[in-house]
C-alpha cells in the first residue's frame, strides 16, 4: 500500500491499482516522465502516486510530496466529516415549522387582544390565548412524521435494505434525478470473457483453449484478465497433458507475455497481449486446422473487428503461439517472432442483471438518471446502451474543469453522461444539480463518498467499501436495484402521509381560530372554554393516528413530491375559511335558534344565564370536533371520500371512535367536568346537514386548489 502521495522519480513496469480514488478496478501504470499535455485532474497523472492506493507489479522510486490530511486521500477524508446541509426533508420541515410559529405568533396575539379589551381581566384572556396557541400547534407532527418513517424502515428492512437516517426516506421519495457511479453499482465490477474468436470473427475453441494455457500457467500474479478466463473456461486437469517449460513475463514495452508448455509433442509457445503487439510478432494466421500467410487485407479486417469492439467498451487481447522441438529450454523474447495468430478474446464489466429494469422503472415514476464515472468514454457509452439510457453526449471532467458556475449548471443539467470524472467534480455536480432538484448519489466506492454526503440522500450497495456504507443513509443488502423503485416509491407513501396531516391540522386550526376570533368579538363569553379548547385539540389529535397506516393513491405518487411551503400555505388559506363558515353557521343556530341570545339579559338568573352559555360551547365544541374529524376522510384523497376511494381501518376506526366519543362526551359523567351540557335533539338534525354539507363543499373547494395549484 502506497504511504503518501508520491511523485515518480524512476519505475519499471510499475502498475498500481487506483480503485480505492477512482473506482476502476483495472490497474495503471506509472513512469517517471509526464508528457501528456491534457491533465485536468491531479488523478490523471502518470507520474504521481497516492496514498491509499496500492502496487500491483513492478518497482519504483518516488519523492513523498504530501502526507496524512494534504493527501488526496486525506482532503477526501476531511471532507466527510464536516457537517452535512441540509436536505429536502430537512428544508421543508423548518420552512412548515417557521409558517406556524408566524401565523400562531399572530393568531394568539389577536386573541389575547380581543378577549381582554371585550371581557376585562388579562388572567382570563391570557389562559385562553395559551390554549388557543396549544390548539394551533401541531402537536401530533412529530410523532406522525417518526412514525411514517419509521413504518417506511420497516418496510424496506423486509426488502433487505437498511435505513441508516429516518428522514432520508422521505427525501428517497422526493428525488427527481439519480445520479450514479457506473463500476459496481450499475455493473458488476469484475471482468467478464465475452468472446474468444478467430481472425474471420468465428468462435473457436481453441483460442479459449490457449488463452487458458497462458493463464493457467502464468507463475506471477494473476490480472483480473487470468482469472476471467479461468472462471469461464472452470477447472481444468491440464497438468496431466501440459508441462510449464518457460515463462516469459509481461511488460509495458512489449505489452504482452508468453508461457511455453509442453504440449502434443512440441514445445508451444503461447503469446496474449495487445491486439498491435501481437499482430506486429505474427507472419502467419490459423484457421480451424489451416495456416495461411499474413496479408493486409486481413490485417485492415481484424483491427476494423477490434476497434469496433472497443468502440462498444470490450476490452480486446490477441491470442497467437508457435512451436518449437522439444530439445529448445531455453527462451527469450526474441523468440516471440513468427508465430500465428490464432485470434482474439474480448472482456467486458457486464451491467447487474437488475439494472436495465431498474432505469426503466425509475424512468417511469418520473426519476431522471445521470451517470457520473472516473472510466472512459467508450465503456460508459456501453453500459448506458445496455441498460437503456440514451446518450446524446457524454461531457468529460475535462470539459466541465473550464466551465463558469453558469456554464456549469446548465452543462450537468442539460447532459445525462459525464466521465472521467475526479471525485471533487462528482460533489461538485451533485451540489449544482440540488440547487434546483432533490438528488440522489448510488456508489460504491471511496471516490463516491463525498458526493454520496452532499446529496439529499446517499444510496450504497452491497458490495460497497466500508466508507462507501458508512457515508450513505441506504444501503442495499441485495445486488438487485429494482428495489431503488420500490424504495422511492414507499418514500412517497410516507411524505403522502405526512402531507395529509399538514393540511388537515393547519387547515382545520385555521378555521378554528379565525372563528375564535371571530367568536370572541361577537359574543359576551368566550365560545370555548379553555378546558374544552384542549380536550377536542386532544381527541382530534387521536383521530390522526391511524394516518401512518393509511392507504394512499396511486396518482398521488406518481412522480416526485416535494416540499412547497407555499402550496400547503395556499391550501390552509382556502380550506379554512370552509370550516368557519360552518362554524359560524352553529353559532347562529345556538344562538338564535336554541335561544342564546338572551344571555345579555341581566334579569336572568345566574345559573340559566351560565347554562346558555355552556350550551353555546357544548354545541360548538361537539360540531367543530365532528367536521374537522370527518373532513380528514376528504382531505386525505384528490378522489371522491368513501366512493372512489376509502381510508385505511386504522384510520377510520380513529376517526368514528372519536366522533362517537365527542358526540356522548356530553352526555356522560365527564361532560360536566368539562363544562358540557346535553344537547337538544333537534340540534343532531342541524348537525347532519351541517356534516353533509361541509364535506361536499370541502370536496369541491379541494377540486378547485388542485386544478388551480396542482400540488402534492
Sequence with gaps: IIPADLRIVSARDFFVSESALTGESLPVEKVALCTRSDITSVLELPNACFFGTHVVSGVAKGVVVNTGAHTVFGAMSVR????????????????????????????????????????????????????????????????????????????????????????????????????????????????????????????????????????????????????????????????????????????????????????????????????????????????????????????????????????????????????????????????????????????????????????????RVGVKVKILTGDNGLVTQKVCHDVGIRVERVVTGSELSGLSEDDFLRVVEENDVFVKLSPLQKEQIVRALRRRHVVGFLGDGINDAPAMRSADVGISVDSAVDVAKETADIVLLEKSLSVLEEGIMEGRRVFANIVKYIRMGASSNLGNMLSVVGASSLFPFLPMQPLQVLTNNLLYDISQTGIPADHVDEEAIARPLRWNVDRIKRFMVLMGPVSSIFDYATFALMWFFFGVRAFPDTSLPAFERLSLERLFQTGWFVESLLTQTLVVHVIRTRKVPFLESRASFPLLVATFLVMAVGALLPYSPFGGYLGLVPLPASYWIWIGVFMASYVVLAHRVKGFFFRRYGGD
Design 80 to 363: 466527510l466529516t464536516g457537517k452535512r446541509g441540509e436536505t429536502s426533508f430537512d428544508r421543508g420541515i423548518r420552512s412548515f415549522t417557521s409558517l406556524m410559529v408566524r401565523f400562531t405568533i399572530v393568531l394568539v396575539s389577536a386573541v389575547f387582544l380581543i378577549v381582554f379589551l371585550t371581557k376585562g381581566g388579562w388572567a382570563q384572556a391570557l389562559l385562553f390565548a395559551l390554549s388557543v396557541a396549544v390548539g394551533l400547534t401541531p402537536e401530533m407532527l412529530p410523532m406522525i412524521v417518526s412514525v411514517n418513517l419509521a413504518k417506511g424502515a420497516l418496510s424496506m428492512a423486509k426488502k433487505k435494505v437498511i435505513v441508516k437516517r429516518l428522514p432520508s426516506i422521505q427525501n428517497f421519495g422526493a428525488i427527481d434525478i439519480l445520479c450514479t457511479d457506473k463500476t459496481g453499482t450499475l455493473t458488476q465490477d469484475r471482468v467478464v470473457l465475452k468472446r474468444h474468436v478467430d481472425v474471420l470473427g468465428k468462435e473457436s475453441d481453441e483460442v479459449l483453449q490457449y488463452a487458458y494455457l497462458n493463464s493457467y500457467f502464468q507463475t506471477g500474479l494473476k490480472s483480473l484478465i487470468d482469472r476471467a478466463i479461468i472462471e469461464h473456461v472452470g477447472a481444468l486437469d491440464v497438468e496431466e497433458n501440459c508441462r510449464l517449460v518457460d515463462e516469459l513475463p509481461f511488460d509495458f514495452d512489449r505489452r504482452r507475455m508468453s508461457v511455453v508448455v509442453d504440449y502434443e509433442d512440441a514445445h508451444v509457445l503461447i503469446c496474449k497481449g495487445a491486439v498491435e503487439e501481437i499482430y506486429a510478432c505474427c507472419t502467419h494466421y490459423q484457421i480451424e486446422d489451416h495456416v495461411y500467410p499474413l496479408i493486409d487485407l486481413i490485417r485492415a479486417d481484424l483491427f476494423e473487428d477490434v476497434e469496433r469492439l472497443n468502440r462498444d467498451g470490450f476490452r480486446v487481447l490477441a491470442i497467437a503461439y508457435r512451436e518449437f522441438p522439444k530439445e529448445k529450454k531455453v527462451f527469450t523474447i526474441e523468440d516471440e517472432k513468427d508465430l500465428i495468430l490464432l485470434g482474439y478474446i474480448a472482456f467486458f464489466d457486464p451491467p447487474k442483471d437488475s439494472a436495465a429494469e431498474a432505469i426503466r422503472l425509475l424512468e
